[in-house]
């Protein structure tokens, strides 16, 4: 579980860099965009991106979640959670995916079934970074 001092940081600061590893070894780090989500921070993936191929084959990540201005963030470094479709549960997936949008968002969705449908042709995945060790310059 996150502490509070840091849900608080990720519920409130929602751009992040993840770093997954190749197959070679070497990192991959991309942009996402995050929120305070169940053990951790979530956000969501189409299927063809390479850090969910990087995450299914080796789930070890680390999530640095920034303020706007770079100038306080928190590093969660630990595995990643993915539930996808054909290997969640569907409902555990709906449910994960509208949280990780309201956590990110700060809000509702106007439409949830227009929002569903949109994830299911998206094709994506949600993914659920649970910390190991968490360090940084905020909070």
Known sequence: MLPENVREFVSEN???????F?????AQMSVVTVGAYGEGAGFTTTEERAKLHNLARD???????SKADWWGYVVLE???????????????LREALRGIY???????????????????????AAVIVVPDHIYGSAP
């Open 78 to 92: 630990g595995r990643a959670r993915v539930l996808r479709r054909g290997d969640a549960d569907e409902a555990e």
């Open 59 to 65: 789930p070890r990540c680390s999530l640095l979640v």
């Open 22 to 26: 190749r197959r070679n070894g070497s």
């Open 14 to 20: 929602h751009q992040a860099v993840l770093s997954t």
């Open 102 to 124: 309201r956590a990110a968002s700060g809000q509702e969705h106007p439409d949830w079934d227009e929002y569903d449908r949109a994830m299911i042709a998206d094709r994506r």
